[in-house]
């Protein structure tokens, strides 16, 4: 069984930077995609950024050029660096893991940007 654990959520200021993290264990091989959606109250949850193993990117066109996502796959851990934050980005974050088989996710953490 394949678990994913997320971390780094919080409140921040507007202009204030987060780091995600989310960590993955058990058994899989060969993901086709790391990602990170998200979910605002009363919205479908939407694709944040995804990454695969040979680097490629892609990325919602609200975040571009604010986020990044990157991954440690010697760790099976992939990251969200959220800089340049807005209140338009307050959700709950969840990780995302796609395998040739089933696809997991994190159980989400909140991030509230907020003066």
């Known amino acids: 069984q394949v678990q994913l654990v997320e971390s780094g959520g919080g409140l921040v200021q507007p202009g204030g930077s987060l780091r995600l993290s989310c960590v993955a264990s058990?058994?899989?091989?060969?993901?086709?995609?790391m990602a990170w959606y998200r979910q605002a109250p009363g919205k479908k949850r939407e694709l944040v950024a995804a990454?695969?193993?040979?680097?490629?990117?892609d990325y919602a066109d609200s975040v571009k050029g604010r986020f990044a996502i990157s991954e440690d796959s010697a760790k099976n851990t992939w990251y969200l660096q959220m800089n340049s934050l807005i209140p338009e980005d307050t959700a709950v974050y969840y990780c995302?893991?796609?395998?040739?088989?089933?696809?997991?996710w994190g159980q989400g953490t909140q991030v509230t940007v907020s003066s």
């Open positions: 058990g058994n899989f091989f060969s993901p086709y995609s």
């Open positions: 995302f893991l796609g395998l040739r088989g089933p696809n997991y």
């Open positions: 990454i695969t193993l040979s680097g490629s990117t």
